[in-house]
């Protein structure tokens, strides 16, 4: 691995949230699913140490947190092709990369009013 991975706290509301979502609705795999997911982003996580510029910028780039380039990560771990948008940025001085958001890809871009996301 050539750069650090590290999870903003936002990121790690993100997960958590998703999480839950999951060991909730126990009629689709519940605390099993959630585990499956989880394990899963981590290990797509992983990956970005390698190359995380393999992966383009995001609708947010220029438009939110203006200071960073930010760049996305498509995880897609189930074969209904429905996923999440990973958003990250990369310090090359630091050889960091810092997980920003993890969103449903059918939520609104984080430069859009939040209030109509589902």
């Not at 691995?1 to 060991?23: E, F, G, T």
């Not at 760049?71 to 996923?83: A, E, I, N, T």
Request: hydrophobic share 40%; charged share 25%; proline share 3%.
């Amino acid at each position: 691995m050539i750069y650090s991975v590290k999870q903003a706290l936002s990121a790690d509301d993100c997960v958590a949230a998703q999480v839950n979502w999951y060991r909730e609705d126990e009629q689709r795999g519940g605390e099993a699913l959630a585990s499956r997911w989880f394990d899963l982003l981590h290990v797509a996580l992983a990956t970005l140490g390698d190359n995380p510029t393999r992966h383009g910028f995001a609708p947010e780039n220029g438009l939110w947190m203006q200071q960073h380039q930010i760049r996305q990560m498509l995880f897609r771990p189930w074969k209904s092709g429905v996923g999440w948008r990973v958003l990250y940025t990369i310090d090359e001085a630091r050889k960091l990369v810092t997980i920003l958001q993890i969103r449903h890809e059918h939520r609104r871009w984080l430069f859009e009013a939040e209030d109509d996301d589902g």
